[in-house]
């Protein structure tokens, strides 16, 4: 089976850095885009960030630009997030998410793309 697996979600305090991995158990998504998504309670899920097949392009919403860092290794099928300076209303679970392209994982069907389970980042103030 294909499948996306997020690790890295804790409980920290405001200010503090969490770093979020997906791995991917094909060797397929080695020629995908990848992103990172999230959904608080109450709300829509919600870009967060994507970086192209080649690692040569990057796009992030504006609410985590100079705070959260994707990057890949394409070797090893994993994903990451850096995501420093956090703040409370980054709370939410985190999904990884692979698409045919940067495009696609921004305008295309979400229903589409292979999605991880998730993994939860708690915020405290």
């Known amino acids: 089976q294909v499948q996306l697996v997020e690790s890295g979600g804790g409980l920290v305090q405001a200010g503090d850095s969490l770093r979020l991995s997906c791995a991917a158990s094909a060797r397929t998504f080695s020629s995908y885009a990848m992103g990172w998504f999230r959904q608080a309670p109450g709300k829509e899920r919600a870009f967060v960030a994507a970086i192209s097949w080649n690692a040569l392009s990057t796009n992030y919403a504006d609410s985590v630009k100079d705070r959260f860092t994707i990057s890949r290794d394409r070797a090893k099928n994993t994903v990451y997030l850096q995501m420093n300076s956090l703040k409370p209303e980054d709370t939410a679970v985190y999904y990884c998410?692979?698409?045919?392209?940067?495009?696609?994982?921004?305008?295309?069907?979400?229903?589409?793309?292979?999605w991880g389970q998730g993994t939860q980042v708690t915020v405290s103030s």
């Open positions: 998410a692979a698409d045919l392209s940067l495009r696609s994982l921004r305008v295309g069907e979400p229903s589409s793309r292979y």
